[in-house]
């Protein structure tokens, strides 16, 4: 089986009487090791579409399978499991502690699957050189660039060895130089055998994506493998 | 492991809030503080009754007109009732088998006097010579009356650390004059100082010999109090009996009529005395246990508060795995640890206010384990009652919505 399953995923808001469909159907397929790339135009549904894949929310309509367990009808406790130990989530915003220095940041997620002290600060210090951040561990977030603080980010959903890692306008708070870095360093985490699903707005990082998910109004519009000479970035 | 880390994490939280951690805790501390306070004080003001009491011992019982009163029509009906003379304490002594001692005693409020010192409406008390062997009153100087001094009706005195300390300041006293009322006696004996209960001096009166007593004063009005002592505590009961059935004889108490007269045991004080501070107790606690109510509420006001502002670290624990367990725990741990420290402070306080109290008004104080209990559960409870809702709350946030909360 896949690593993701979806079938006929559907999600819709409740906005007083009005019904709002963020998704509406949506039916894919990834494989373990892949470089996915979702694109579509503001409200089209995209972060929905992450939320649901990372546990983070559940759907209204559908099923879907994360490495051959059903996850749409999991409970809370058990989303929250899979979303401790199965994905690693990045966001537009980072979404670090403000007041917590990047090692604290990057132990989060261990201190909630009762991983010792000691494990702790030894896998968070590896993720932090795995992003280049070695030497700046006790730095808060307020202390780092804007680019520091998504490798941080980065480091912090690398730690658990997700089997996912998901990414969400990672770049959309960059400028273009620290968005080349961040990049990078995702093609590098691709090469060394992570599975990676990123949504952007922008074509050129679509590009580092070795297949992109077109979304409009709810509903993959289409599905297309990007030729290896296209591809941007090393691979 | 898990549970540990939460609690760091929440320790965290109100270190760096330490103004407004600080200041939530007021009310509790003043709950704390009262509650500790109350007790200690109640303890400590029991426990010198108490001593006072068991100096009666065990086997000795009081008789009275009027020596409880539940009400105050009690109390008005028991004082017409007709005193108890020395015909009672002769019946007594000739007719009770298992008593082993008599000891009569009135008391009456006169003036001393020595050279230019004087002492204003003091205690003066006839008692026989028994009454040292009823009553634990430690002699400290010379002695009490003998058996001679009751049977000559002598003129001696026998006085209270207090008056020894006001009239025969740095002066041996035995063999020195005293005025009582309009006579002259001579001081044979000072009892050992006692301190006093609630700003009452226990050391300021006099003794003197029942019959010496009798002499000057005659008997008063509201009579004398007699203290019987039973050949044994086994048979202290008996006692009673015998000694109901001889009075009630000598007082003419038609058979179908309660008692004219009151009869009281050491036991039956201490249990009048323990109904009376269990009801104290449980009124001041209530009372002061609204400070901790309020402290409660503003624990709990400022844990939503806290709540609110940290939506989105909530969001962000959760998204990287934390249950609804973990964020439970680390707001519960959080307002335990603010109560908690709360109580800590309110203990010291209560502690320190009962010590304070020790020499405003000489009552002896027990900040006992059981106050200090009491502050420690009381206040971790007031957090787990008022800090549940507020985590409650935090643990049921929706990830995507805490996340995206501004
Ligand atoms: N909590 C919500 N309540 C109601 N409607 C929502 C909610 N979240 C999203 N929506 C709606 O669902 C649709 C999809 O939103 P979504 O955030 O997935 O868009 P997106 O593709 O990520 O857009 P963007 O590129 O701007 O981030 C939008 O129309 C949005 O208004
Ligand atoms: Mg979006």
Same mark, same amino acid.
């Given at each position: 089986m896949s690593l993701i399953e979806t079938k006929n995923l559907w999600k819709t808001y409740e906005m007083g009487a009005e019904q709002v469909?963020?998704?509406?159907g949506v039916t894919i397929t990834i494989e373990k090791g892949e470089y996915v790339a979702i694109m579509g135009p503001s409200g089209s549904g995209k972060s929905t579409l992450m939320n649901l894949i990372g546990c983070l929310d559940t759907p209204s309509q559908g099923e879907y399978w994360l490495n051959s367990r059903?996850?749409?009808?999991?409970?809370d406790d058990e989303l929250a499991n899979i979303r401790n130990r199965e994905i690693g989530f990045v966001f537009q915003t980072f979404?670090?502690?403000?007041?917590?220095t990047a090692l604290h940041n990057v132990e989060l997620p261990l201190i909630y699957n009762g991983t010792s002290a000691q494990d702790r600060h030894a896998k968070a210090m590896r993720a932090l050189e795995k992003v280049d951040l070695g030497d700046r561990v006790t730095h808060k977030p307020s202390e780092l660039s804007g680019g520091q603080r998504q490798r941080v980010a980065m480091a912090r959903a690398l730690v658990n060895d997700p089997s996912l890692l998901l990414a969400d306008e990672p770049t959309g708070n960059l400028d273009s130089k620290t968005s080349v870095e961040i990049m990078k360093l995702l093609d590098e985490l691709h090469r060394q055998g992570n599975t990676i699903i990123i949504v952007t707005h922008e074509k050129d990082i679509a590009q580092h994506a070795h297949r992109v998910l077109s979304i409009l109004d709810g509903e993959i519009a289409e599905d297309t493998t990007i030729p290896q000479e296209q591809r941007n970035g090393v691979h | 492991m898990v549970t540990g880390s939460l609690f760091g994490i929440a320790f965290d939280a109100l270190r760096t809030n330490r103004l407004r951690s600080g200041l939530t805790l007021l009310g509790v501390i003043i709950g704390v503080t009262s509650v500790m306070t109350i007790i200690s004080a109640l303890e400590g003001l029991t426990g010198s009754i108490e001593r006072e009491i068991e100096?009666?011992?065990?086997?000795t019982f009081m008789i009275g007109?009027? =020596?409880?009163?539940?009400s105050e029509q009690e109390a008005l009906d028991k004082f017409k009732r007709k005193p108890l003379d020395y015909e009672a304490v002769q019946i007594i002594e000739d007719g009770c088998e298992v008593c082993d001692k008599v000891a009569p005693r009135a008391a009456r409020g006169e003036d001393l006097k020595y050279r230019d010192q004087s002492m204003y409406d003091i205690v003066v008390v006839g008692a026989t010579y028994h009454h040292v062997e009823i009553y634990d009153l430690e002699v400290d100087q010379g002695r009490f009356h003998s058996y001679e001094d009751d049977l000559y009706r002598r003129r001696v005195a026998f006085i209270g650390a207090g008056v020894y300390e006001k009239?025969?300041?740095? =002066?041996?006293?035995?063999?020195k004059d005293i005025w009582v009322g309009n006579q002259k006696y001579t001081v044979i004996g000072v009892a050992k100082k006692k301190g006093s209960v609630f700003g009452a001096s226990q050391d300021e009166f006099v003794y003197v010999p029942f019959d010496s007593f009798r002499r000057q004063f005659g008997i008063s009005r509201r009579g004398l109090y007699i203290s019987v002592k039973a050949r044994s505590v086994d048979q202290l009961q008996e006692a009673m009996d015998e000694v109901r059935v001889l009075l009630r004889s000598q007082r003419h108490v038609p058979f179908d009529q309660p008692d004219d007269f009151d009869m009281l045991t050491a036991e039956s004080l201490l249990t009048m005395l323990n109904s009376l501070t269990k009801i104290l107790r449980f009124g001041l606690v209530g009372i002061s246990s609204i400070s901790l109510v309020v402290g409660g509420i503003v624990v709990m006001n400022i844990m939503m508060v806290s709540v609110t502002e940290r939506t989105r670290e909530i969001g962000i624990r959760k998204s990287v795995g934390a249950k609804r367990r973990h964020i439970l725990t680390q707001f519960l741990f959080e307002a335990v640890i603010l109560t908690l420290s709360g109580g800590i402070v309110g203990i010291v306080a209560g502690f320190l206010i009962a010590s304070a109290l020790v020499g405003m008004l000489n009552v002896q104080m027990n900040p006992s384990a059981l106050a200090i209990t009491a502050g420690l559960t009381v206040s971790t409870g007031t957090g787990l009652v008022f800090g549940i809702y507020p985590a409650l709350k935090a643990a049921r946030l929706d990830p995507i919505k805490a996340l995206s909360y501004e």
């Open positions: 469909h963020a998704l509406r059903k996850v749409s009808q999991m409970n979404n670090l502690l403000p007041r917590a | 100096q009666m011992g065990p086997s007109t009027l =020596l409880t009163a539940m009239l025969y300041e740095g =002066l041996d006293p035995l063999g």
